[in-house]
């Protein structure tokens, strides 16, 4: 079976910036990201929709780690501000729902003989 590509990572790099990338800009082990020299947040947006492929005259940054990974371009977007302020954020992978564990009222609870009035 094989496991879903993740396009879309949130990188923190080494001076603590934390960005949305698409899986090729990413260097293979990791360590370093590749980024576009786009003068406006509409053009970096649009690169990242057509999975633009990183370009010679594109600047690499060193990276800290992976933060998050999906395959939802506006849910990265989103998640972007969560990481800003919290480090704990679950990739889609990680996401699994638990099942809540429910437990009965007391009020429901037989009485035993003994504490029947």
Not at 66 to 83: F, M
Request: glycine share 0%.
């Amino acid at each position: 079976m094989s496991q879903k590509s993740k396009h879309y990572q949130i990188i923190q790099l080494e001076n603590g910036e934390i960005i949305v990338v698409h899986e090729t800009w990413v260097s293979p082990e990791k360590q370093h990201v590749f980024w576009p020299p786009y003068p406006d947040n509409y053009t970096y947006r649009r690169s990242l929709e057509n999975s633009e492929e990183p370009a010679a005259h594109w600047t690499i940054h060193p990276t800290k780690r992976v933060i998050y990974q999906t395959d939802n371009l506006p849910k990265a977007l989103a998640k972007v501000k969560e990481a800003e302020y919290t480090s704990n954020i679950d990739s889609d992978d990680e996401n699994v729902r638990r099942k809540r564990v429910k437990y009965p009222s007391k009020r429901y609870l037989r009485l035993s003989d003994s504490e029947r009035p």
